[in-house]
């Protein structure tokens, strides 16, 4: 399968099944896919493909056409072109390892000191009543996580809500119990926490730069788009209570591992002024992604925006590049990709392990597939004193992969958002193995303008 498209003058070549991505002049760009009809169509004689090419009636002399194709063609040899799918088949194996649990997203918190208008976990609620994680039920989840997780060593735990810092002693301690269990079970435990940062302070960041690999940093851009989708509940904006705390925080950890994260909608298409907005005020981790809501809402992105932000897309990876070559560089989480190494096979096919790898615990201790199933009932899977009791819900995300879902299946993309998110494709579709249109569309253009930036980046090399 073969993705071609021109993004910032580069024309960018994709060998999905391979992995390869080739940068190629004009000539090459309109060879290849005449090229892949002809190995497509059954076509295994090179001389037969390059004489299919001279005759192509392409405006280009006999030597330069002859030159562009021998060169496709030995990248076809090298496995670089028209590659066959081979992990289809894998998956059934795939479907049948052992389930370890790798990775628990707590939720210390069913409170909120924020009325964000967007969020899905109703003001911290997940539309269920307000509570705070206790001490036990936090130790009952960190040891149903040892308990689960094989011969694994590596385990995550996010401390999330609602906001966490509502109970914050509780996460110092079940810092401290994750700690006391790593070395007599061979477990080494990394925390995250995700904050609105209302309540960080001095003390708080002085244990999070000691015991947390990541910190994520919830704020929406601007000081007015902010305001309006993240004010406390009396209506009151946050911007100015956070940012200094969020600045002081990124700086303290040396701008690395964590990163700003926010939300765009239909309000401020024109998210890319966030981005570099967040930039502008010292940020170098950024995280902006597009809201998720019912098409009734009236912040909800819809169809008729896309164009508008696609465009926006390809505007902001110029404008990162062009601050990189002044010496202004900052990451943006959707535009990092990596074409060397990136997620293992097994990774890539099924995504984030929700459901499997990857559970939600709420504060009595009951387990969902993740945070944003929480409080459906219909996906209850057990709790962290009996484990799992619902093995059918288990294994029906165990199925959850590429080959599942029949939109995925001629996406150029597919093994790079891995068949995008579960829970986004039951809220639109009722089930996991669908797909969220718009988030698709927006997820292609973000992946087409992360390997424009690698194109730059290896030409400027």
Not at 239 to 249: E, L, M, S, T
Not at 439 to 454: D, N, V, Y
Request: charged share 25%; hydrophobic share 35%.
């Amino acid at each position: 399968m073969i993705h071609q498209y021109i993004n910032n003058g580069y024309h960018i070549v994709m060998d999905v099944n391979s992995g390869s991505v080739h940068v190629v002049d004009e000539l090459t760009y309109r060879l290849i896919p005449l090229a892949e009809e002809m190995v497509e169509g059954g076509e295994k004689d090179g001389g037969k493909i390059l004489a299919g090419l001279l005759e192509a009636g392409l405006p280009y002399s006999e030597e330069e056409v002859r030159e562009a194709g021998e060169e496709i063609l030995e990248l076809w040899r090298a496995g670089q072109l028209f590659a066959p799918d081979i992990y289809e088949n894998y998956i059934f194996d795939f479907k049948k390892r052992q389930t370890v649990v790798k990775a628990l997203c707590l939720h210390v918190a069913h409170d909120c000191n924020l009325a964000c208008r967007y969020c899905f976990a109703g003001e911290g609620e997940y539309h269920g009543r307000r509570a705070l994680m206790s001490l036990e039920v936090g130790k009952k989840a960190l040891d149903f996580l040892v308990a689960n997780s094989g011969n694994r060593v590596n385990l995550e735990v996010d401390f999330f809500g609602g906001e966490p810092l509502m109970n914050w002693q509780v996460v110092k301690d079940l810092v401290a119990y994750g700690r006391s269990l790593e070395k007599p079970h061979n477990k080494r435990f990394r925390f995250t926490l995700t904050t609105n940062g209302v309540l960080l302070d001095d003390e708080v960041m002085e244990f999070v730069n000691r015991e947390m690999s990541n910190l994520v940093l919830s704020i929406d851009g601007r000081k007015e788009i902010n305001d309006k989708m993240r004010p406390f509940r009396g209506g009151q904006g946050s911007y100015d209570v956070i940012v200094p705390k969020f600045r002081k925080a990124a700086e303290s950890r040396g701008q690395m591992n964590y990163y700003v994260r926010g939300t765009y909608t239909h309000y401020n298409l024109d998210f890319a002024e966030d981005v570099l907005h967040l930039a502008d005020l010292g940020f170098e981790q950024i995280s902006v992604e597009p809201v998720v809501a019912e098409p009734s809402d009236p912040y909800a992105i819809q169809e008729e925006d896309l164009p508008k932000l696609l465009a926006e897309y390809d505007w902001l990876a110029a404008e990162m590049l062009k601050r990189r070559k002044e010496g202004r560089p900052f990451n943006f989480f959707h535009f990092m990709i990596d074409l060397e190494g990136g997620p293992c096979v097994a990774k890539r096919l099924s995504g984030c392990g929700s459901g499997t790898e990857y559970l939600a615990v709420t504060p009595w201790g009951d387990l969902y597939p993740c945070h944003q199933f929480v409080g459906n009932e219909d996906f209850l899977m057990g709790n962290v004193e009996e484990g799992i009791l619902r093995t059918d819900i288990r294994d029906e995300f165990k199925g959850c992969n590429v080959y599942a879902k029949e939109k995925c299946r001629k996406c150029f993309a597919k093994f790079y958002c891995s068949g995008g998110c579960a829970a986004n494709s039951y809220h639109f579709h009722g089930s996991i193995n669908d797909a969220y249109d718009v988030g698709c569309e927006l997820q292609r253009k973000r992946i087409e303008c992360a390997i424009m930036l690698k194109a730059a980046r290896a030409e400027e090399e």
